[in-house]
């Protein structure tokens, strides 16, 4: 049930009435419908008016669970939970309200608890007696369930305890403190946060091709379908069923359409082209009379009925074509060669607008790092351009990290202050979409305008749920696309770990970033160049976007790498250098230091990458042991800050923070070698010699040295 909202009385800030509205103190979006805001009566309670995320998926409470003794006082704490602060605020709470949706969990959280009471006969809060709340506790603990949904249950009791004094009296647990206060944390036994991200990453052979397909579609295929998928939205409207959707045209008499259908049939004739078709009952193609239809702006049912139309075309002697194939040439390649063998069919034009729709999704949210919700809300004209540094922007809105002076979030988003920096490529995607529809939305849910008119989600965003589905199909094409071209070798492999959502993409590019920092990914874009225009363009902000990511996949990184380097260096790896002695101190000391250890969050890993254990950087045939205070190349980001990090493209050989490990030394000899082979030519010009043979003195003397064993 659903009503309209109405003024609430004074009194309704404490005790509600049935028709007091259920948001009667939260900001409403805009684009909700009144008519359907729910009230206090309802045993069903929708909480989307208040959600301003375009790609949000309804919210909605269900009272019913909840035992009947109960359900009015459940309905009344969550009320107060949507309208109001707590009289006290838990400790280790961010802010002063929840967020809607983190209402939307805790109504079965509280709910167990309620179910809980019901079943040991306890039929009102004001009866729990401490001993009550120790018995909850051991069935808690006992549970088979996650240590941080068993905390959640926990503290979900202890809100309802903060809450107590604007709750009728038989909803009021007893006014000492639940557990004596202790933390969940300390009641469970144990950390309650989880200790790793486990969003998996995106196997590289997967994201490799992935990328590769999207980058075509982008840059190859775009302009063709762009243009096939508006002269689609040029002829919808004439279509025979298009009243359906509200869609009222002019359309042309028989005698007006008659002339210019025989004009048509006579180019088809010219042209060696064949009618517009579709498949019949038994496979076989048959003439599609609804694109003659549309082509011909005629009468729903002209070419149905009138046998003058009719007859021409039957009797034209011309072939029935597979598809109603549109006007739009083919103009994109791949390798060389058109990308398609025939034009594209008036249906298929939506289903390729769709998949290019995808593959912008994927480029701009891999090679970005944004947040899923991030992506999806992004607006036409969000794109900028600096010609005088050559760096591309996208501005736009976060929601996560976008809190008040209270410390609440703010519904609405919070524009970032600083935009994301991104690669040309991103750029190029984006103006795509803006080229592909007309919508503010960049990712709408519905890019058709005739299609989907009664939906709720007209005018949103694609929401993050669907898009899995969406790659799945972008992935099935792909697929078919390679097995009817004969590019077996480009199909997509899947991923090892199911479905590809957009926050696998963010794990992913860290990961990439990170270890491969010299790598390619398709289209030759550099994760070097990545690593500077991204991970430092969000001007060291860590709780702003993707460097989170990046941190942790750092920090896993350098200990993964440092415990292969203690390893070595047990097995008598010989160390050299200026700053052997440093490397040596740092290996063992980070091992006993960090060996075993696991972080908690994303923001520690961005703590600890700067303690001085780990500063320790392999580079092409040296190991940089990393002193800001020595170091003689550029360093990445600002002087005396404790995130800079040495820019081994700028590696001197006169640095103090350069040692030689033995693998080092085996690729200095290679390196030698290469030299020697080099001054075998006696044809090179004498500068060059000169050149190599004062390299190859280098080399020598390092190698000298390090097999000079004390």
Known sequence: MTHSVTAAPTSALDRPEPDTPVLLHRKHNPAADPARQSVFGDSRWDLTPGLFEAHAVTCRLNFLPVPETFRDHAKHYIWQLINHEPPRR?????????????????????????????????????????????????????????????????????????????????????????????????????????????????????????????????????????????EHLRLFPYGPATHKHGIQVTRRSVDDVLPDLLDYLDRLHASGESLPGRPGRDGTPEIDWPH????????????????????????????????????????????????????????????????????????????????????LNLERGCLSHNPATGIWSITGKKFKGARDEHGNKIPEGQFRDDPWVIVAQTAHAVTVLERLHYQRLLFPAEMHPHRGTHS????????????????????????????????????????????????????????????????????????????????????????????????????????????????????????????????????????????????????????????PLLQIYPGRAMTCVFDQAKALCQLRSGEGDVRATPDQDDCRPTCRNLAYTDRDIAALHQQATELESLLGDFLAPSPRHQRARAELDRLHALIRNHTRKP
């Open 90 to 230: 838990l400790r280790g709470t961010r802010g002063t309200r929840l967020a809607l949706r983190s209402v939307s969990l805790t109504l079965p959280r509280i709910t167990a608890f309620l179910v809980w009471l019901h079943t040991h006969r306890i039929d009102g809060c004001d009866q729990v007696r401490p001993e009550d709340l120790d018995r909850y506790l051991a069935d808690v603990i006992s549970t088979e369930a996650t240590t941080s949904m068993k905390s959640s249950l926990l503290i979900e009791v202890r809100r309802l305890w903060a809450y107590r004094d604007r709750l009728p009296e038989p909803m009021r647990l007893p006014i000492s403190e639940p557990w004596q206060g202790e933390d969940p944390k300390d009641l469970l036994g144990g950390r309650v946060r989880p200790r790793e991200n486990r969003t998996p990453r995106l196997a590289t052979d997967t994201i490799e091709l992935l990328l590769m397909w999207s980058l075509r579609f982008v840059d190859d295929f775009a302009d063709d379908i762009i243009a096939a998928f508006h």
């Open 292 to 375: 003659f239809v549309r082509l011909f702006r005629s009468g729903t049912e002209a070419f149905p009925r009138s046998a003058r139309l009719r007859e021409p075309v039957e009797h034209s002697g011309l072939p029935i074509a597979p598809d109603a194939y549109l006007d739009t040439p083919i103009t994109g390649q791949v390798d060389g060669r058109p990308w398609r063998t025939t034009r594209i069919g008036f249906t298929e034009a939506l289903d390729l607008a769709i998949l290019l729709r995808t593959a912008c999704l994927i480029v701009v949210s891999y090679l970005s790092g944004m947040r899923t919700g991030e992506v």
């Open 456 to 611: 709720t989600r007209r005018g949103r965003a694609r929401h993050a749920r669907g898009i899995p589905y969406d790659i799945a199909a972008f992935l099935a094409w792909v697929k078919d696309y390679c097995i009817a071209t004969g590019r077996d070798h480009e199909a997509i492999p899947p991923d090892p770990h199911g479905a590809i959502g957009t926050a696998r993409f963010r794990r992913t590019l860290a990961w990439h970033i990170v270890r491969k920092p010299r790598g390619l990914i398709a289209g030759a874009i550099q994760y070097g160049h990545l690593h500077v225009q991204m991970t430092l363009g969000y001007s060291g902000s860590y709780d702003s976007g993707f460097p989170d990511e990046h941190a942790y996949e750092d920090w896993l990184f350098r200990l993964e790498r440092l415990a292969e380097d203690h390893e070595r260096l047990t097995a008598g790896e010989h160390i050299s250098g200026p700053a052997a002695a440093t490397y040596i101190h740092r290996i063992n000391q980070a091992h006993h230091t960090f060996a075993g250890r696991v972080l908690t969050s994303t923001s520690h890993a961005h703590d600890m990458l700067t303690n």
